[in-house]
């Protein structure tokens, strides 16, 4: 009779094994052990817990499968550990009813319920939060939750989850005195309190005068970090991931909207009236278009999903017209929430939705026109020096586009360094990159509202630091030109490159003419001459072109010497350089005095200071005609051509010599024909040939 006890035993055991092989029968076989009420065995037990383990973090669980199993978690059916084991395999495949998020409240209040779950039952509510399917009802229950707060085990998760849920009709005088006079039994600085009453504080702050100095405390980390990554993994799969609600979470702003506003097609961010009464307040979410805010402007409220203004372009223009810092105040460490859990708590790489959020701070912060203090102050300077150079690259050289203006070698030191440590470890294109975004943001520098940082974004918990503006840009353009110049040495006059230089200096060359800005910089020589011995047409064509842009710029300057102005300081100095660069591209590429030191009148050279000994031992014939337009090796492919139109029928052979100087006008029409004008631009400028 045993024997046949253990082999019915034995087959059923092995039964079950085969049913466990079928994906869809295991599932529903596990969630139909957990919440039929039948008995429970050790086996069974372990067997379904197995299969759910394996489906959740593969698929997910629907709605209503966990709010079934969340009745089976807050019961004492099982022990502690396996319950904590359940409640890690509720891993939604979408969303989650309301209606778990209530029995998880009202489990609370149960004494047999041991406290272990209960805490384990408030961080998935916590992970699980945005991915609600309604806030109403769970906020019905905040003065239920606001009584756990009394108990030290569930404080720290009961204040995470009030802060999500806080809105402005639920800071009341009671509720700050009530966390006052807790903070004074328990800590002063204990964390989830002071995020409490910071939550408080940005909704009524009149309500709150006791300074909240300490911004960190203000943060919250991911209760559950592996159950997080799961929920994130499974929720990436099936494109509606929403990876800052479950590893960032914020107490200025409201999670279930604004985070599905940023991450995906759903409904449209709501506002909350400040005064009941008023039947004239407008809902961001009743607005269609922008005509629609114009026409309510004086009514409308910003919602309090403040994140939702990632992409909401009503909720951007509202933030551009009408600005407030608490606002300001909530949007900033929702950012820096996110930031620090998503890019410096653990590899951003793990997080498949990074990429997005960037895109996000981009687009946001090139709407704004405003260097957000979180993005600059707590990302930039804290990613710089992790970024490997290649890792969402585009984003990070568009974000620096907009940085504030601070002392110089503070700014050297967090923001330019970092790059310079991979500008000379990376490709070309890398170099090009830098370059360009330097372009971007000394035109932003530029820019008429030089003081950036007294608007509501810029100058939010930053110090404001006195920047000289002309000192800023003028440091800053010599340290770009030390750059330019290492760069076209280390890629061998790169052609890429020589673009990213010579787009650069377009933009240095405008700072007087047109920005008004006393300030006159020239590219250094060695840079100006490295491009005249360039081996690129574009090279010397844009070194040309770039002389050209110079000459109204100094003609303004001169024009202002003469009347009230006072000169700069620099200008006799700077206007020798000039005109030494002009002389020697002249003598280079028109006039045939190459390496011909001595001038009779005019500036003097700062290229062909070269001994008669160095120039005889190079053996090369007519040496100062080498660098002419038609004999330069540059140029040499449209001499080529020219020659060979012109001499169709001559059984002459072809070389460059045979320009004659009478033709030197057609062969520059020609260099005009093939999209080369700039040379011809400079000939015409800065000789009297045309005449």
Known sequence: ???????????????????????????????????????????????????????????????????????????????????????RCLIPQEHVEQEAALKVV????????????????????????????????????????????????????VCQLLCFM?????????????????????DVNNQPIVSLLWAYKVYRPDLLSVSVKSRKAALFKSPERVLAADILRVQAKRKTARPQSLLAK???????????????????????????????????SQLSSVEDLVDNLEHVELPSQM?????????????????????????????????????????????????????????????????????????????LPLWNGVKYRYQILQLMTYLQPEPFEEFRRTYLMPIDRLFFALDVFFKADVLCCWQRLLYNLLTPDWRRREGVFGSLLVEDQDVDQVDFIEQFVEYVGGLCTAALQTERNHPLVQSAVLSFFDAVCEIYQTYGIRLMILPLPCIVYRLMFSLSLSGTAG??????????????????????????????????????????????????SAFRVKQKEGPGTLLFEIRKETLSALCLPKVHDTLLVYTNVTFLGLTW??????????????????????QRIAFLDFLRQHHVESVDDFISTFTTIRN
């Open 543 to 592: 070194m040309c072109r770039l002389l050209v842009k110079y000459k109204p710029a100094f003609e303004k300057v001169a024009a202002a010497r003469m009347g009230s102005l006072p000169p700069f300081a620099n200008y006799l100095a700077v206007t020798k350089q000039l005109n030494c660069y002009i002389m020697d591209v002249c003598n280079g590429l028109w006039r045939s």
């Open 166 to 186: 806080t809105r402005r009709e639920h800071v009341m005088e009671f509720r700050v005195h009530k966390l006052l006079d807790l903070l004074k039994r328990v």
């Open 641 to 662: 051509k020219y020659l060979q139109a012109q001499q169709q029928e001559s059984q002459k052979a072809l070389h460059p010599r045979n320009i004659s100087k009478p």
């Open 1 to 87: 009779i045993n024997r046949q006890q253990k082999w019915a035993r034995h087959t059923t055991a092995a039964t079950m094994a085969l049913e466990l092989e079928d994906d869809d029968l295991n599932l529903s076989n596990a969630v139909e052990y957990f919440t039929g009420g039948g008995e429970i065995s050790q086996f069974r037990t372990k067997m379904a817990l197995a299969s759910l383990e394996k489906h959740a973090k593969e698929t997910g669980l629907e709605a209503g499968q966990i709010t079934s199993l969340v009745d089976m978690a807050g019961s004492c059916r099982l022990g502690t550990q396996l319950l904590q084991k359940l409640i």
């Open 307 to 383: 994140a939702s203004s990632l992409e909401s372009l009503i909720v951007r223009h509202l933030l551009t017209v009408a600005p407030g810092r608490d606002a300001a105040v909530r949007l900033t460490f929702w950012l820096e929430h996110c930031i620090s859990e998503v890019f410096f708590a653990h590899s951003p790489d793990e997080n498949p939705q990074a990429e997005r959020i960037l895109d996000s701070f981009v687009s946001l912060t090139g709407f704004l026109q405003d260097p957000m203090t979180a993005v600059q102050y707590f990302f930039l300077s804290g990613y």
């Open 106 to 157: 009202s489990f609370l209040g149960i004494p047999e319920t041991p406290t272990s779950v209960k805490t384990m039952l408030l961080k998935w509510t916590i992970l699980v939060f945005d991915l609600l399917d309604g806030e109403d009802l769970l906020s019905s229950l905040y003065d239920v939750l606001f009584y756990f707060i009394d108990f030290d085990i569930l404080r720290p998760f």
């Open 250 to 284: 914020s107490i200025q702003v409201t999670p279930p909207s604004k985070r599905r506003k940023f991450c995906g097609a759903l409904p449209r961010p709501t506002a909350l009236e400040i005064n009941r009464r008023d039947s004239h307040t407008a809902l961001v």
